[in-house]
């Protein structure tokens, strides 16, 4: 029968929490604003990004060709089967380190594409709520916030959609 070591959190706490926060983002709003509108800009040029995963489907196509050379040679000449097959591996192989370099940078792009998605929620919701507010707006609070850490009895972490964080002292 241990009790649980999680810190209790009040909801009316969190709420009032919560509202404190918001109205600080407010008075530092263009700031915030205009940190938000070079993060959207940085998030949108993906053009170094593309052009490495137009260089790497190059490359991919090259390597598929050399195992298709590869696997031609052998079908038109005898060749040492364990020889063919430990050459065939290494280009299979740097075919597929290939495949996994596209399909990582393809996912950091998708990344990029989300956060874009919820940095513009933020940005909007900052642009329309130019003053403080008195009272807890649940919709408010779901629109920014992806969830709440309880660090300690004594310190929340407030995670906001578009990835940021910010700490408050209970």
């Known amino acids: 029968n241990e009790k649980c070591k999680t810190p209790h959190l009040d909801e009316e706490?969190?709420?009032?929490?919560f509202v404190e926060l918001f109205n600080s983002m407010i008075e530092d709003r263009e700031g915030i604003i205009q940190t938000l509108t070079d993060i959207i800009k940085d998030l949108t040029d993906t053009t170094k990004l593309d052009a490495k995963i137009q260089r790497e489907e190059i490359e991919s196509k090259k390597a598929a060709e050399k195992i298709r050379e590869w696997v031609n040679e052998n079908a038109h000449r005898a060749m040492n089967q364990m020889d063919y097959e430990m050459e065939y591996q290494k280009r299979a192989d740097v075919y597929r380190k290939i495949q996994e370099s596209i399909e990582s940078m393809s996912n950091e792009k998708l990344l990029r594409q989300n956060k874009y998605k919820e940095t513009v929620v933020v940005l909007n919701l900052l642009k329309e709520n130019e003053k403080p507010i008195t009272e807890f707006d649940e919709g408010l609070f779901h629109s920014l916030i992806d969830n709440v850490k309880v660090m300690s009895e004594k310190k929340l972490v407030f995670c906001f959609?578009?990835?940021t964080e910010t700490d408050r002292d209970i």
């Open 161 to 163: 959609k578009d990835g």
């Open 13 to 17: 706490k969190l709420k009032g929490i």
